[in-house]
């Protein structure tokens, strides 16, 4: 996970945009960027729409507004780059709906420091969001990752200058890594492959190079370590190694990424050591742990000669739900009812209750004429455990609905307080 | 004849880096193609994005030539529309 510091004035144009149209979905770019020294601090510096086409419960940024945004942006007018997107949920409340997380993945494919940035101007609340990318799930950025800068002021707080230093800061550069699925800096299709024969040739040379030291003189720091493949979101994970080297250990570093990958931008840790019996470790903060986990350990001598174990996956623990029919769109008459039955299906290790509760505040507001209940209980709200994984939920329509779309919001939230929105969509038509 | 090759260069001005291909293309090429060119090598969804140019959408079926795009242009490749909301 990364820090944002946004500018108070970027909340005020976004508060105002949104109050100026209360009724309707506003939309807009976030722009920002990054500084060398803060590598993972999203600075966002301005908030930037144009044309929109706003609806109650929708809003669309078209082609001609974005592409007059992009030649702003290439010509220099706007100063920055897309650095996410802002829009409003006129008293929805904060999430990200399906088709918000469709958005928000078009531009996290880019990169992964887009933030999305939810407004409810009747409720006065804002949050940023970011995406799983494997899961699809939204991930609500903590408050006290955010930071507010005011006008003159240093956006990077230094506080976090000193939490997570970038690698380079520590021992040398990271080694390489083509991150898959990242935008390759200033690397051209056509001079790809040049980039990648030589980066091959260079690594075969190396590894040549390694493989006679290391016949010669066993000076390499020697790693031994069991890989971590899974955890608990949530929870601290506690990082071992035993490192040893003839020449002895000048230090030992964990690297890793909050991504199924170790991205350029990877956190460090210097790991603590024991000269004695060569035991190193560290623990990952539990507020990293939001998500899959790429790491991997490097060991530098007194020699200056190092050595990297492979990359590593910790899958964190995640859950689905699983709707049965698969369908969340419901399509009834007035005077019936429906079930349809909801299956947790909990992902690496997940061992957590789940409580999901419904909305059904959200629209039309006459929505007394249709009644959700979870069948055990007949509230409004359910467990779901790994003893009573499946529930069936009851839609029940009254003979005086009127036809529509009614929109449900069911919050699926963990007690290890990961939270996943699920959308339904019931539309009653009378025969 | 020789039809002589052009260098484009496309950026992408999202996320805290921009990213730049260059990219050499025959004034016949399509924006498709070029796009198509373009994705493979930022690893992006083909089907969500367009490539812009001069405050316009460039349509894929249309050439380098009738685009009006030419040697040495800066295009941007961005997503082709933005939706927010609940239905």
Redesign the interface.
């Known amino acids: 996970m990364f820090y944002v510091s946004v500018s108070k004035e970027v909340l005020r144009k976004v508060e105002q945009h949104a109050k100026s149209r209360p009724e309707e979905e506003v939309l807009g770019f976030l722009i920002g960027r990054m500084e060398d020294q803060a590598p993972n601090v999203l600075i966002v510096e301005d908030a930037i729409s144009g044309e929109t086409i706003s609806e109650r419960y929708r809003v669309t940024m078209p082609k001609e507004t974005i592409a007059k945004i992009a030649d702003d942006i290439i010509t220099g007018r706007i100063k920055g780059n897309v650095v996410g997107w802002y829009h409003s949920h006129p008293g929805l409340g904060l999430f990200l709906s399906d088709y918000d997380i469709a958005t928000q993945a078009k531009l996290q494919q880019f990169s992964p420091y887009i933030v999305a940035l939810v407004i409810d101007p009747k409720r006065d609340e804002v949050s940023f969001f970011t995406l799983n990318m494997r899961t699809k799930a939204s991930i609500p950025i903590r408050d006290d990752n955010v930071h507010i800068f005011s006008p003159g002021e240093d956006p990077i707080p230094s506080e976090w200058l000193t939490r997570a230093p970038p690698p380079s800061m520590i021992e040398g550069p990271p080694p390489i890594v083509p991150p898959e699925g990242r935008i390759p800096e200033k690397a051209p299709k056509t001079q790809f492959y040049i980039i990648i024969v030589s980066l091959i040739a260079a690594l075969i040379i190396t590894s040549l190079f390694t493989g006679l030291y290391f016949l010669r003189s066993p000076a390499i720091p020697a790693i031994s370590h069991s890989p971590i493949t899974s955890s608990m979101y949530g929870r601290p994970i506690e990082v071992n190694a035993t490192v040893t080297d003839k020449d002895g250990i000048k230090s030992v570093i964990l690297y890793f990424s909050v991504s199924s990958y170790i991205s350029t931008i990877s956190k460090s840790k210097i790991m603590d050591y024991n000269i004695t019996d060569g035991f190193a470790n560290t623990t990952i903060e539990k507020e990293y742990v939001t998500g899959d986990i790429a790491y991997y350990i490097k060991a530098i001598d007194k020699e200056n000669f190092e050595n990297s174990t492979e990359q590593y996956l910790i899958r964190v623990s995640d859950f689905d739900l699983v709707f049965d029919p698969e369908t969340k769109t419901i399509e009834t008459q007035p005077r019936s009812s429906k079930s349809i039955s909801i299956a947790l299906n909990p992902l690496y290790g997940f061992d957590t209750n789940v409580e999901i509760s419904l909305y059904h505040r959200i629209w039309p507001l006459d929505y007394d004429s249709i009644v959700l209940t979870f069948q055990s209980t007949g509230e409004n709200s359910t467990n779901l455990s790994s003893e009573t994984p499946v529930e069936t939920l009851n839609i029940e329509v009254k003979d005086d609905c009127e036809d529509g779309e009614y929109v449900f919001i069911a919050r699926a939230h963990a007690s290890n307080g990961l939270e996943h929105y699920y959308e339904f969509l019931i539309i009653v038509r009378k025969e | 004849m020789m039809v002589k090759e052009m260098r484009l260069y496309v ?14 293309v025959l004034p016949s090429h399509t924006f498709g193609e070029v796009k198509q ?2 994705c ?6 083909l089907a ?3 490539l ?6 460039l349509d894929d079926s249309m050439t380098v030539t009738q685009g009006g795009v030419s040697e040495g242009s ?1 295009l ?1 490749l ?10």
């Open positions: 950026e992408v001005p999202i996320g805290p880096t921009t990213g730049l291909a260059e990219i050499d060119q373009v493979a090598s930022f690893d992006v969804d969500t994005v367009a812009m140019y001069g405050g316009m959408m800066r941007a961005m997503p082709y529309n933005i939706i927010g909301g609940i239905y």
